[in-house]
């Protein structure tokens, strides 16, 4: 490698900025792409991580009121109409339908358990939904970034290649730079992908148990009421 040609590369600026300032529109476009899905995954990450904790507090405070050994009209009482919490609607929800199946002499209505585990199970439902909600877009970029970015570094070879051919001119200082720019895009790639799918490991994890501990209150609470169906 002559004196001339290190001269050159010493100028060229390798910056990650200079870099994508370099960059060809679609190679820009790439990895503009790549940094929206790795801004919106993670503040999906911080929103679930939020989510998930306040769940398993509210969970935990419901828990110690249920078992306190407080009757269980009373309680329902003191939720009201508009329980906040997730056990306190799979709880309301099976203690509306349990008052909807008496009748006006406090006789039940046939069927009553089948309803209320249904009720439950519907409320149990739309919490799942809720805390699933956005973990797709976790795998979805965790499967798709490395090949989008892949993307972005095979065209950018390409135009390196083009310009080359143009100038008729290999050496580093011309090859170097547009391979530089081309590389940017895997390794925006990457940086968007890695995160998202460890961390959609962790929070769909977090969320299959919740959604456990929502089931099995509702088997327990179901088993409390089929005694008083069988009383």
Same mark, same amino acid.
């Given at each position: 490698?002559?004196?001339?040609?290190?001269?050159?590369?010493?100028?060229?600026?390798?910056?990650?900025?200079?870099?994508?300032?370099?960059?060809?529109?679609?190679?820009?476009?790439?990895?503009?792409?790549?940094?929206?899905?790795?801004?919106?995954?993670?503040?999906?990450?911080?929103?679930?991580?939020?989510?998930?904790?306040?769940?398993?507090?509210?969970?935990?405070?419901?828990?110690?009121?249920?078992?306190?050994?407080?009757?269980?009209?009373?309680?329902?009482?003191?939720?009201? +109409?508009?329980?906040?919490? =997730?056990?306190?609607? $799979?709880?309301?929800?099976?203690? %509306?339908?349990?008052?909807?199946? @008496?009748? &006006?002499?406090?006789?039940?209505?046939?069927?009553?358990?089948?309803?209320?585990?249904?009720?439950?199970?519907?409320?149990?439902?739309?919490?799942?939904?809720?805390?699933?909600?956005?973990?797709?877009?976790?795998?979805?970029?965790?499967?798709?970034?490395?090949?989008?970015?892949?993307?972005?570094?095979?065209?950018?070879?390409?135009?390196?290649?083009?310009?080359?051919?143009?100038?008729?001119?290999?050496?580093?200082?011309?090859?170097?730079?547009?391979?530089?720019?081309?590389?940017?895009?895997?390794? +925006?790639?990457?940086?968007? =992908?890695?995160?998202? $799918?460890?961390?959609?490991?962790? %929070?769909?994890?977090?969320?299959? @148990?919740? &959604?456990?501990?929502?089931?099995?209150?509702?088997?327990?609470?179901?088993?409390?009421?089929?005694?008083?169906?069988?009383?």
């Amino acid at each position: 490698m002559d004196t001339e040609t290190l001269a050159l590369a010493q100028e060229i600026d390798f910056s990650l900025l200079a870099l994508f300032a370099r960059a060809t529109l679609t190679v820009k476009i790439v990895m503009i792409m790549l940094l929206v899905m790795s801004f919106w995954s993670w503040a999906i990450i911080i929103q679930k991580h939020i989510m998930y904790r306040t769940a398993r507090k509210e969970a935990s405070i419901f828990d110690r009121s249920f078992w306190s050994g407080e009757p269980l009209d009373e309680l329902y009482e003191k939720i009201g +109409a508009e329980p906040q919490g =997730a056990s306190e609607k $799979v709880f309301s929800s099976g203690m %509306l339908e349990w008052r909807r199946s @008496h009748k &006006q002499d406090g006789a039940l209505i046939a069927g009553a358990q089948a309803r209320i585990d249904r009720a439950m199970d519907v409320a149990i439902a739309r919490e799942s939904e809720r805390l699933n909600k956005g973990l797709s877009f976790l795998a979805t970029t965790g499967s798709t970034a490395p090949f989008i970015g892949l993307f972005g570094t095979v065209w950018g070879i390409k135009h390196s290649f083009e310009q080359i051919a143009i100038s008729q001119n290999t050496n580093l200082a011309v090859v170097a730079p547009g391979i530089a720019e081309a590389l940017l895009a895997t390794a +925006a790639g990457l940086v968007a =992908a890695i995160p998202a $799918v460890v961390f959609y490991n962790k %929070l769909n994890a977090d969320s299959e @148990h919740i &959604q456990g501990n929502y089931e099995s209150f509702a088997d327990e609470f179901a088993t409390i009421l089929s005694r008083q169906l069988d009383a």
